[in-house]
């Protein structure tokens, strides 16, 4: 005689509302889903408005808190229920340690990940833009390519230009090992003197980025998520 499997009770509507309610909170107070109920769990982390770090922004403005994100990629990467990354970016960019940092655990994941530019990538969001394994951009994006900037007080000295050259270097090097752009021609929009009133640098859309190199491909949310369900059915099938 064979045993009938036990079957598992479905929610009350009671645990269907609070598992509702913890995801619209997940949502509303970290920008996050736990991981998306498609073909593959894929977890969406996003970047938006001012990237926070050592210090507070203004009340007023949107932020993402880097101490907020790094445990999320810490638990993707140590989930085995979640199975790709996807990051999505709408930023001013922010704290220029605090973005590198992203990019740097973001490239850390071993798992499939790509990232899709909407609106804006700018400044340091730009390595954070290109720290997936894939890049996409909507033609309607921009990125705002310029050295690196300070605001408030500083030492005006020899040590503090070379500090903000050492920083500098650390960007163009990224940027340039996680993208098929050089870091010659990275430095070059870097510097540009013609298109920027009141910078210097180069604002691109998302047809020049993939054409410069910086992003692997113009594309939307369909278009990130079909990439990382084949990389993780490869795997499956590898």
Known sequence: MKSKQSKQPEPSGAEQAAQLRLKQDLIEEAGMLEATQG???????????????????????????YEHVIPQLVDIQEDPAIEG??????TVGGDVEAGLALAELIAGVSKPSATLVLGGGHSIGIPLAVS??????????????????????????????????????????????????????FVQLMHNTGELVMDMGTVLNGQQAVEEGLIDALGGLGDALHYLYEEIEAGERG
Do not use: D, W
Not at 40 to 55: N, P, Q, Y
Not at 85 to 90: A, D, K
């Open 39 to 65: 073909r593959h769990a894929i977890h969406c982390l996003t970047v938006i408005g001012t990237i926070e770090g050592h210090t507070l922004a203004p009340e007023n403005q949107k932020t993402t808190k």
């Open 132 to 185: 997936a394994r894939r890049s996409f951009i909507v033609p309607t994006a921009t990125m705002t390519v310029h050295p690196v900037r300070h605001s408030g007080m500083v030492l005006g000295v020899p040590q503090t230009l070379r500090y903000f050259e050492q920083m500098q270097e650390r960007i163009v090097g990224f940027v340039a090992g996680h993208s098929a752009i050089s870091a010659k021609r």
């Open 85 to 90: 990354l996807l990051v999505i970016l709408n």
